[in-house]
């Protein structure tokens, strides 16, 4: 990802554009954007221009290790993406399947800066065993799942799941988080056409 790209992006959405954002932009993009680094920036990882561009604009300080499985979540605030997606306040347990493949319970364990939090995870210990990924039976936090932010003029919405956000809020809670995102995104996009 060239580094003028985050710029344009963030212009959008200060100019009062919506960004949603998921998984991790700039973590391999940057590997691949076909410009030359300057001496300082590091190719890829937490500390490659677009991951720390894209954790500005989410306002996050994003971070990629380690991972861990999501085994509950808990919705913090009111309002119009997780209408629907209660109880408020109160710790929601996600099934576990045993014997599967493990990825798509990863999340990771980001540190809000100025964003809001609106729903957010308790991440169990869970490393690579060269198959997949093992829950160790400890729990090594509680990080931010969904982040809200107002730039500018605009929003940014991110989630902070690794492969499979439904997986990580419950399918239920996906599906409601989902339509809510449409109808939220078509709101602020009717407010800005009448600007």
Same mark, same amino acid.
């Given at each position: 990802?060239?580094?003028?790209?985050?710029?344009?992006?963030?212009?959008?959405?200060?100019?009062?554009?919506?960004?949603?954002?998921?998984?991790v932009?700039?973590?391999?993009?940057d590997?691949?954007?076909g410009?030359?680094l300057?001496?300082w920036?590091?190719?890829?990882?937490?500390l490659?221009?677009g991951t720390i561009?894209?954790?500005?604009?989410?306002?996050?300080?994003?971070?990629?290790?380690?991972?861990?499985? *999501?085994?509950?979540?808990?919705?913090?605030?009111?309002? /119009?993406? #997780?209408? !629907?997606? +209660?109880?408020?306040?109160?710790?929601?347990?996600?099934?576990?399947?045993?014997?599967?493949?493990?990825?798509?319970?990863?999340?990771?364990?980001?540190?809000?800066?100025?964003?809001?939090?609106?729903?957010?995870?308790?991440?169990?210990?869970?490393?690579?065993?060269?198959?997949?990924?093992?829950?160790?039976?400890?729990?090594?936090?509680?990080?931010?799942?969904?982040?809200?932010?107002?730039?500018?003029?605009g929003? *940014?919405?991110?989630?902070?799941?690794?492969v499979?956000? /439904?997986? #990580?809020? !419950?399918? +239920?809670?996906?599906?409601?988080?989902?339509?809510?995102?449409?109808e939220?995104?078509?709101?602020?996009y009717?407010?800005?056409?009448?600007?």
């Amino acid at each position: 990802m060239r580094p003028e790209w985050g710029d344009l992006v963030e212009q959008y959405v200060s100019l009062g554009g919506t960004l949603i954002v998921e998984n991790v932009p700039g973590w391999s993009t940057d590997r691949s954007g076909g410009y030359t680094l300057r001496e300082w920036e590091t190719p890829a990882g937490n500390l490659a221009p677009g991951t720390i561009k894209f954790g500005e604009l989410s306002g996050i300080k994003f971070n990629y290790y380690h991972r861990g499985a *999501v085994t509950k979540i808990r919705v913090l605030q009111e309002h /119009p993406l #997780t209408a !629907g997606m +209660e109880p408020l306040n109160e710790w929601i347990e996600i099934p576990y399947e045993e014997g599967g493949r493990n990825y798509g319970y990863l999340a990771y364990p980001v540190t809000a800066t100025d964003a809001t939090v609106l729903v957010e995870a308790e991440h169990e210990v869970c490393r690579y065993d060269g198959i997949s990924y093992k829950r160790r039976g400890k729990i090594s936090g509680v990080y931010p799942l969904v982040t809200i932010k107002q730039l500018g003029k605009g929003t *940014v919405i991110r989630h902070y799941a690794h492969v499979a956000f /439904p997986t #990580t809020i !419950g399918q +239920e809670r996906y599906e409601t988080f989902a339509n809510n995102l449409a109808e939220y995104v078509r709101k602020l996009y009717n407010e800005q056409a009448k600007q």
